[in-house]
């Protein structure tokens, strides 16, 4: 017989609000999101948000309005948005980096359309969100990390260094996640893989 879990008892009886929720998001997520109009101009904007635009040289929130680097960025930039049927992204190089902005139009009724930002780092180590490769592929552990490190754009060298195993260990896992995912070439590895990847 399973132990029934608790049900969720506020303390003090206090049930909180959804608000509650997307405040506590806006203060500590480490995602930068804004939500933006037509015209870029910042509806709301989170914590992290406000600390990239605050950096000199990339972003920049000025007047309540989204300002790129440069002129002609801004200019694509709203160009991309305004395009928009469904979620894209977008890629940004300024001087502190490159960067991917997922842009997901909204509409609610009787409002007028916006587009929720989320600004993700390329050049950071961890730059993708991978999905459970194992669980989704049949790979082990271990495949899917040598999967993955191909995937970023490592070369087998690189790879079998960063794991610290040897090239000939790294060769094996490659030949093995071939058969499992079904695959006869990198490019077609990279094709069923790169679908468990975000960012």
């Known amino acids: 017989m399973s132990a029934r879990r608790a049900p969720f008892i506020p303390s003090a009886g206090v049930r909180p609000e959804p608000i509650d929720y997307f405040s506590h998001r806006a203060a500590t997520g480490s995602t930068a999101e804004l939500l933006v109009s037509e015209d870029l101009d910042v509806c709301w904007i989170n914590a992290a948000a406000l600390t990239l635009a605050a950096r000199p040289g990339g972003l920049n929130v000025t007047s309540g309005r989204l300002i790129l680097p440069q002129r002609a960025q801004e200019e694509a930039f709203l160009a991309f948005i305004l395009g928009l049927k469904a979620t894209g992204v977008w890629h940004l190089r300024t001087a502190e980096g490159r960067w991917l902005i997922r842009a997901e139009p909204i509409a609610p009724p009787q409002a007028p359309r916006a587009f929720l930002l989320s600004l993700h780092p390329m050049d950071a180590a961890d730059r993708y969100l ?67 990847r975000f960012g």
């Open 130 to 196: 991978w999905a459970d490769l194992p669980a989704g592929t049949g790979l082990t552990p271990s495949e899917a990390r040598v999967v993955r490190l191909l995937a970023d754009g490592l070369r087998l060298d690189d790879v079998a260094a960063r794991l610290e195993i040897s090239v000939q260990t790294a060769r094996t896992h490659i030949r093995r996640s071939y058969l499992k995912l079904g695959v006869a070439s990198r490019e077609e590895m990279f094709a069923k893989v790169l679908a468990y």
